[in-house]
């Protein structure tokens, strides 16, 4: 048996999961400037909603995932640009006052020796149940699709209709939400930007940039772009927009 349980009550899982929980992203993804503004005020309004998947009994640390509250009039139109601006715009109306009415899932992760047996349904799920307990009747992901990066020329537009013969979208963590009950809603073409220096980019990537141009980069969903008369990469990562029923 498992269960979801705030992270503020088990310190003791902190290290594990600063490992753990790294190990499946490429290290750019780390590297967008446009969160730093937000994440101690983020760290101290949001604390409550973040969250570890444990074992029950023995607290064995399985998954996370962590979000963040805000007011969405349920349109597409008013969803926030991305993953960067879902996080600022739930840190400024927290300090507006204003009440929240949706749950943003940033994030949800299951460790290397423990994929494949259906914990990332397990992690959603809890916490999806938990922001509709906690007042919050809508919840909503700005998804980074894994297989993406197979097809990193292709608009996400175009990406996100993509399914296979049974109709369930082709990429497997789309599909994971879709067979949890939720829909697809928008692409969020810049849901992420990342800029750092040539040698900043050749050590995230492990490549060489000789020249200015396009380059496609591992784990890269869309191409990055290389300035070296600026010495600059920029990167703008797309996600795709899901509603949980």
């Not at 705030?6 to 902190?14: G, Q």
């Not at 020796?113 to 809508?138: M, P």
């Not at 013969?165 to 697809?184: C, E, K, M, S």
């Not at 692409?187 to 900043?200: C, I, K, Y």
Request: charged share 25%; hydrophobic share 40%; glycine share 10%.
């Amino acid at each position: 048996m498992y269960e979801l349980i705030p992270v503020a009550d088990a310190p003791e899982l902190d290290e594990e999961a600063g490992r753990r929980f790294v190990e499946e992203w490429p290290e750019f993804i780390f590297h967008d400037e446009g969160v730093t503004p937000y994440r101690e005020r983020r760290i101290e309004y949001f604390r409550g909603w973040e969250f570890y998947l444990v074992s029950t009994g023995d607290r064995r640390l399985i998954g996370g995932c962590w979000g963040v509250p805000l007011a969405w009039d349920g349109s597409v139109e008013d969803l926030p640009g991305g993953f960067t601006d879902s996080l600022g715009r739930a840190v400024l109306e927290q300090e507006a006052g204003v009440a929240p009415n949706t749950f943003v899932l940033m994030a949800a992760a299951v460790r290397n020796d423990e994929q494949g047996k259906g914990h990332a349904g397990r992690v959603i799920t809890a916490v999806r149940e938990r922001a509709v307990a906690g007042g919050l009747s809508q919840v909503i992901a700005p998804v980074r699709p894994t297989l993406k990066s197979k097809y990193p020329l292709t608009d996400i537009a175009e990406f996100m209709t993509w399914t296979r013969p049974d109709g369930l979208p082709l990429d497997p963590w789309i599909r994971t939400h879709v067979r949890l009950g939720a829909r697809l809603l928008a692409p969020a073409p810049f849901s992420q930007t990342m800029t750092g220096s040539v040698a900043d980019w050749e050590k995230w990537t492990g490549m060489t940039f000789p020249a200015t141009g396009t380059y496609v980069i591992p784990d890269g969903l869309t191409t990055l772009a290389i300035d070296r008369t600026t010495d600059t990469g920029l990167y703008r990562e797309p996600n795709i927009w899901m509603r949980h029923a």
